[in-house]
């Protein structure tokens, strides 16, 4: 059964950059079927794409977020990983990590996501 | 990018009942069957339940299902359970970037 699990800081200072990590068990992030997702959840709010990144590295990502993130893939270590430069307060969010069905382009395995407060 | 409203914001619905849920897109723009629903419940991740705005994902029970092409798309959830009761989202994938809609809640 394929798991993912995001980790990474629960409180970041403003100005500063988000880093989670999602590590993927039960199944490889090298598959041709896939995308490897981003999304976000403020508390209490809706759900909003960040980016998705292919196992060769290929992005693509909300152009609403696209100046400040980078998204990148370790296939060594089955895992890829968000970075969220110049915070402010209303990048605190549930972030979670999700596969991306290539075909169908729709989320089809989530992590339980991590809660990313910016405060100082 | 392409805006999806739900309708309505709350829905409530009696154990047994049955459930209609809107997703529009907002622009003269059509999305064809490039459509998917999503259930959440409090505390947790959502959970794909449809794609192709019409077919369940795996192990999706059969009460659940969709509709629509276009502009239009609906869920449809019949017999309510218990455990259905929920914030349900849609998200288009037929531009990017990819968006959601904000969601309805399925109360008592």
């Known amino acids: 059964q394929l798991e993912l699990q995001e980790s990474g800081p629960g409180l970041v200072k403003p100005s500063e950059t988000l880093s989670l990590t999602c590590t993927v068990s039960?199944?490889?992030?090298?598959?041709?079927?896939?995308?490897w997702g981003w999304i976000r959840q403020p508390p209490g709010k809706g759900l909003e794409w960040i980016g998705n990144?292919?196992?060769?590295?290929?992005?693509y990502y909300n152009p609403s977020l696209e100046s400040r993130v980078t998204i990148s893939v370790d296939t060594s270590k089955n895992q890829f990983s968000l970075k969220l430069t110049s915070l402010t307060a209303s990048d605190t969010a549930v972030y979670y990590c999700?596969?991306?069905?290539?075909?169908?382009?729709?989320?089809?395995?989530w992590g339980q996501g991590a809660l990313v407060t910016v405060a100082s | 990018e392409i805006v999806l409203a739900q309708s309505p914001a709350t829905l409530s619905v009696s154990p047994g009942g049955r459930a209609t849920l809107s997703c529009r897109v907002s622009?003269?723009?059509?999305?064809?069957?490039?459509l998917a629903w999503y259930q959440q419940k409090p505390g947790q991740a959502p959970r794909l339940l449809i794609y192709g705005a019409s077919t369940r994902a795996s192990g999706i029970p059969a009460r659940f299902s969709g509709s629509g092409s276009g502009r239009e798309f609906t869920l449809t959830i019949s017999s309510l359970q218990s455990e259905d009761f929920a914030v349900y989202y849609c998200q288009q994938y037929n531009n990017w970037p990819l968006t959601f809609g904000g969601g309805t809640k399925v109360e008592i």
């Open positions: 622009q003269s723009i059509s999305i064809s069957y490039n």
């Open positions: 999700a596969r991306l069905v290539s075909t169908v382009t729709s989320f089809d395995y």
């Open positions: 990144i292919y196992y060769t590295g290929g992005t």
């Open positions: 039960g199944g490889s992030v090298r598959t041709t079927s896939y995308y």
